[in-house]
């Protein structure tokens, strides 16, 4: 019973999905036809006094608004179904590592702590740099208002990282990524607490 409501689930959640942004196609396709026709029934009409005009041109101007919230609907549905959220912002960020940490990166667990509730990151990847480093990609959204967040990332056998995130509560989003910056607090699994070192850094930007 439990595999066939796992089974049922995410495939009710892609049709609901896919029913959203159909409907808001369609949508789309009505507000454009509604321009067209106050457009056509506005250029073809003859002798226009000055409330045919003000008529006519509130017509346009309610039909415009429509289009261009059928537009606003159709691309929040479009995201949603892509499982984005665009009204709340993320940190996307890259963590430079030695090398050898890769072998734990597949069992690694990377939260956002805030003083307000903890997130899972979604890891997006790792690449080798060379010189002996990799870098691990990932993001994590920003549910709250809040300017306490720090990125702890726990690599099973090589100990926990703790990246202090520098934003602001309401943080804009930014085109380029941060400088980077050291990691605040390293926690080893067999010596306790260390100090920080060049070996792991991190930098984000927030989109």
Known sequence: MNTLSSLISPLTE??????G?????LAGVAA??????????YVRTGYRTWRDVIRHGLAVLAATALFAFAAWDMRHAALAYLGLNPSK???????????????AVPDAQIELHTDRN??????DGVRELGNGRALLRGAVALDH?????????N??????????????????????????H?????????????????????????F
């Not at 942004?21 to 196609?25: G, P």
């Open 14 to 19: 892609l049709a609901n999905g896919r029913l």
């Open 21 to 25: 942004i159909l409907m808001s196609a």
């Open 32 to 41: 454009a036809l509604a321009v067209a026709l106050a457009m056509t029934v």
């Open 89 to 103: 912002p993320a940190v996307e960020f890259e963590i430079r590592m030695p090398r050898e940490t890769l072998t």
């Open 118 to 123: 903890q997130t899972l990151a979604l890891v």
């Open 145 to 153: 208002r809040t300017a306490d967040r720090v990125l702890a990332v």
């Open 155 to 180: 690599l099973p056998g090589k100990g926990t990282f703790e990246f202090r995130l520098r934003l602001p509560a309401e943080p804009h989003r930014s085109e380029g990524f941060s400088p980077w």
């Open 182 to 206: 050291l990691a605040d607090r390293l926690a080893s699994p067999v010596a306790g607490a260390v100090a920080p070192q060049d070996a792991y850094a991190i930098r984000y930007r927030v």
